[in-house]
Structure formats: structure tokens, C-alpha cells
């Protein structure tokens, strides 16, 4: 029991931390490069549609707005970072909460690009992996490094979580 909750305390810790570093890097890149980040409300408004059955939009923007969309996308937003971090822990143990590591972390990260480019997109009007896009290859790249910096943001979060989970 008590190696579940170690478990929990550091998927959200760690989740939530991960997270925080993406959003923190789409703020950068809106500033530097000009860049705008997902529109979350707009993940909410895909979310809200599957109550009624609809998997897919010919593109998210156009489809009518959900109530509660922007709370609904931005909550499931953390939570999704939440599950990728227990997906780490799930696959390299407590141990890697105990003494976080980077290539565990960055696999995670990396790899959590296969949401955006084999679901969310397509499920969003952009196609697999933004190839109904203006720019598919910019668009890839961004989502890649997006990925690659929340696989960073799992190493630096689960580094300041875990002298809190192992006291």
C-alpha cells in the first residue's frame, strides 16, 4: 500500500511538474519565436463532443463550442502529463522516482509525441501527424520538440520531487 501511494505522489508531482515546463516552453516560444501554443479550449471542445459520440472533426475550430471547454482541455492537459508520468514510473519502476535519470525521462517524453500525431490530430481535422496542415514538417518538428522538452520537464520535476516522496 504504501508503494502505491510513493507511486501516485510521484506520477502527480512529477506529472503536474513535467507539465508546467511544457507550458513554460510554449510561453518562450510565443515570445522568442512567435510561435502561438495549442489552444487547449480547444482539446475541451474535442473532449466534449465524445459525450455525443464524435470521434472526429473535419477541423476542431469549426465545430461548436462545448460549455467549459477551456477548463475541460486545460484540466485534461495536466492529467494526460500526470498519466505519461506514471507511464514512466509504470515502465522503469519507484526506483527511477527514487533517483531520477535522464534517457528514462526523455524516452517518455519522446515517445508521448505518438498522442498529438496518432490521435489528438487526426481526431482534431490536422490528419496523422499534421499532414492536413499548411506545414506538416513544421508542425511536426514543433510537436517533437514540445515532446522532447516535457521529457526534460519529467527528469527536472521528478529531481524536485523526490526528496518530498523520500523522507
Given at each position: ?166 523522507s
Open positions: 500500500m504504501v508503494e502505491a501511494a510513493e507511486f501516485v505522489a510521484s506520477a502527480v508531482l512529477t506529472g503536474i511538474g513535467a507539465t508546467v515546463v511544457m507550458d513554460i516552453w510554449g510561453m518562450v516560444r510565443k515570445r522568442l519565436l512567435g510561435i502561438p501554443s495549442l489552444d487547449y479550449a480547444l482539446v475541451g471542445r474535442w473532449l466534449g463532443h465524445l459525450v455525443s459520440a464524435r470521434l472526429r472533426h473535419d477541423r476542431i475550430a469549426a465545430s461548436p463550442q462545448v460549455v467549459g471547454e477551456r477548463v475541460i482541455g486545460w484540466t485534461a492537459h495536466y492529467l494526460i502529463g500526470i498519466g505519461f508520468a506514471g507511464v514512466l514510473l509504470a515502465i522503469f519502476g519507484l526506483d527511477w522516482a527514487r533517483q531520477p535519470t535522464i534517457a528514462p525521462a526523455l524516452m517518455v517524453g519522446i515517445g508521448s509525441v505518438a498522442a498529438p500525431f496518432l490521435v489528438m490530430q487526426p481526431a482534431m481535422g490536422a490528419g496523422i501527424a499534421a499532414s492536413r496542415t499548411p506545414h506538416p514538417w513544421a508542425a511536426r518538428l514543433q510537436s517533437l520538440v514540445t515532446h522532447t522538452v516535457f521529457g526534460i520537464g519529467l527528469y527536472a520535476a521528478g529531481w524536485l520531487a523526490h526528496p518530498f516522496l523520500n
